[in-house]
């Protein structure tokens, strides 16, 4: 177990650093203890409730700033700082626009204090090592740090030279100290390996955004261009088995995969498109003359950085200390190309809402198959998984699922709303049937099951499909006939386009999906027309509300399902939909309310699906006490 000064801990690669350093194990001798710099307690306190992690004697914020003399820590944190055994230098914003004196403040001089505090540590204990992240950019190693100074090429953003000249300065000291220092090199870091997860959304997201914008005709670069792309979660590895060395050397580590083996810029620019639903670049343009043309009058009103482009890569990078370390410690931090398009959904949806659109710590952002979804796993009662609407996504109903006491709850985005990708099935209706059905028998536990609108008639396909894993479903005004006459998606879409807050309301309340103007949440006005300002949701909204316009969509046998295990819930000022005659048979609660209660009855939505819930788990039938698999 060692004690690690961290900078930067509460940043997006920090967060992953600093969960998977408080692993059990994670040291020697046991977990690590951790003095962490942050500039904000409140704030470092919501990301450890985020993280799952806690305050204990391993885990301990110091406040500071890495601008200020001597990190801006008091007595006492200068005190802790100076019984750290490793130094962890992550600090610094991802931000390729700094200006000049930023960059030199947050870079240059906090790496001096960092020195500073190393080499006394080591005059006073012996420092074990010091760890410091750059990028895979920095052009220095153990053999060229006898420069006296960074020069940088013409053009060089401050961001970058102010950080490069920050990697020669603290080889050039702690060489000359003999204190051990590796150098992590990662590359453009996106979401986790395993949900996708990108709450940075400057690197592989100025991408994303350049596409869906379609400012983007051209791929950057051609075949011999890449972009090099790293999991957070990956990286935290690396850094959290660099902790682990008993001995550490010297040694510079980039966190990249092999070229031959990574998607060139054409590769990567294309699956973006297909991601975000827009045309796919036609062709490619020169790095150069891209980067002089982003950089005039014209090219910065596009909002796309010309430093951008220094990220993009046209050759190999040595990789023999970064697989030496992974086969040691038995890592992989290769790309998972399975994840890419949740990755991309996701920077998609935080691009469009950003902060807004993101709930507080009580639901987690995760994964079901191939859908992403917002989880509670408090509860001891039978999990239940919402299914959205269309104009709608997981959010929305969140306030209906945090009403769910007592049961672990799985807020959906459906393929293509949200942070889910898109299904890219040639068959609308069976796409979705097919996502859900998925995410189910990943969870492999029954579930009730409780679809809105549109996400009625997915529940209601699934439950038909796996009858074992739906121990109950709730329809909550299911959609269960054509609603219109057939309108070509391309005609929806282009209404979308041009949505304005004035018209959404004029349709909501024509529709019947809200009582009157007062009921309508602004909230929901609001993510409905960011949501649309994503290609990707407006044309899966389109897509799907042209299939809602043929019968055939339909397709269920209502005769034959289980009476104890549906209900309806009817809002009677629905304008829109009808509760058809071979589903009256069935248990129907009609509420005074219009299409959307959900949204805007989140109390009596949550209660009736309890009421369901509770009946439906006191009566476990003798197929689910079977195993499902």
């Not at 991408?207 to 957070?232: E, F, K, T």
């Not at 998925?438 to 969870?443: R, V, W």
């Amino acid at each position: 177990m060692a004690h690690i000064f961290i900078t930067g801990g509460t940043g997006f690669i920090g967060r992953h650093v600093l969960r998977a350093l408080s692993l059990p194990g994670a040291g020697s001798g046991g977990s690590h203890r951790l003095t962490v710099l942050v500039r904000s307690l409140a704030r470092f306190d919501s990301i450890l409730q985020k993280e799952g992690l806690e305050y204990s004697p391993h885990i301990r914020p110091v406040k500071g700033d890495l601008s200020l003399p001597s990190l801006g820590l008091d007595d006492i944190g200068l005190e802790l700082a100076g019984q750290a055994d490793i130094l962890l230098h992550m600090g610094g914003p991802m931000d390729i626009g700094l200006g000049r004196e930023e960059a030199e403040s947050v870079f240059f001089r906090s790496s001096e204090e960092m020195v500073s505090l190393a080499k006394q540590i080591h005059t006073n204990r012996g420092l074990k090592h010091f760890i410091h992240l750059v990028g895979f950019k920095s052009p220095y190693h153990e053999k060229n740090a006898d420069l006296p100074e960074h020069i940088g090429h013409p053009g060089e953003p401050p961001y970058e030279n102010r950080k490069f000249a920050a990697d020669l300065y603290i080889r050039r000291e702690l060489y000359r100290e003999g204190i051990p220092l590796s150098v992590v090199n990662p590359s453009v870091v996106i979401g986790d390996s395993a949900t996708g997860v990108t709450e940075q959304t400057g690197g592989l997201g100025i991408l994303v955004d350049s596409v869906r914008r379609g400012l983007m005709p051209l791929s950057p670069g051609g075949a011999g261009h890449w972009l090099p792309l790293v999991h957070a979660d990956h990286a935290a590895a690396f850094i959290a088995a660099l902790a682990r060395e008993e001995e550490p050397g010297n040694g510079t580590y980039f966190l990249l995969d092999e070229k031959s083996g990574s998607p060139d810029m054409r590769e990567l620019a294309r699956s973006i498109a297909k991601e975000v639903r827009v045309r796919r670049p036609f062709g490619a343009m020169p790095l150069p003359l891209l980067s002089k043309a982003l950089g005039t009058k014209w090219g910065r009103k596009t909002g796309i950085p010309a430093e951008s482009m220094n990220f993009i890569a046209d050759g190999d990078f040595p990789l023999a200390s970064k697989q030496a370390v992974e086969r040691k410690y038995k890592l992989d931090t290769g790309l998972s190309r399975d994840i890419l398009p949740g990755t991309i959904a996701d920077l998609d949806y935080r691009l469009s809402h950003g902060e807004a659109g993101l709930p507080g710590a009580e639901f987690k952002p995760g994964r079901l198959g191939k859908l992403a979804v917002w989880s509670r796993q408090r509860g001891s009662g039978i999990p239940v998984v919402l299914l959205h609407g269309t104009f709608s996504g997981a959010f929305p109903l969140l306030p209906a699922a945090s009403r769910l006491n007592g049961h672990p709850v799985y807020a959906v985005d459906l393929p293509g709303f949200g942070r889910s990708p898109y299904h890219h099935g040639s068959d609308v209706i069976a796409g979705y049937v097919e996502a859900v059905t998925g995410a189910l028998m990943e969870l492999g536990e029954p579930v009730v099951l409780a679809g809105h609108s549109f996400g009625g008639l997915i529940a209601a396909k699934v439950m038909e499909r796996l009858p074992g894993y739906v121990r109950g479903a709730v329809l909550l005004q299911p959609a269960l006939h054509p609603a219109h006459a057939g309108v070509p998606a391309w005609i929806a879409g282009a209404y979308m386009k041009r949505m304005t807050e004035r018209a959404l309301v004029r349709k909501l309340l024509e529709s019947g999906s809200f009582a009157d103007e007062e009921e309508i949440p602004q909230e929901y006005v609001r993510y409905v027309l960011r949501d649309l300002a994503s290609p990707r949701v407006r044309k899966t909204n389109a897509d799907v509300f042209a299939a809602l316009g043929n019968a055939g969509a339909f397709g269920l046998s209502p005769g034959k399902w289980d009476t104890g295990k549906v209900r309806l819930i009817w809002g009677e000022l629905d304008r829109r939909y009808r509760l058809p005659q071979a589903f009256r048979h069935l248990p129907v609660t009609e509420i005074p309310a219009g299409h959307q209660f959900p949204i805007s009855h989140p109390d009596r939505t949550a209660g009736l699906i309890l009421a369901h819930a509770e009946n439906c788990g006191s009566e476990r039938t003798a197929m689910e006490r079977q195993p499902l698999f």
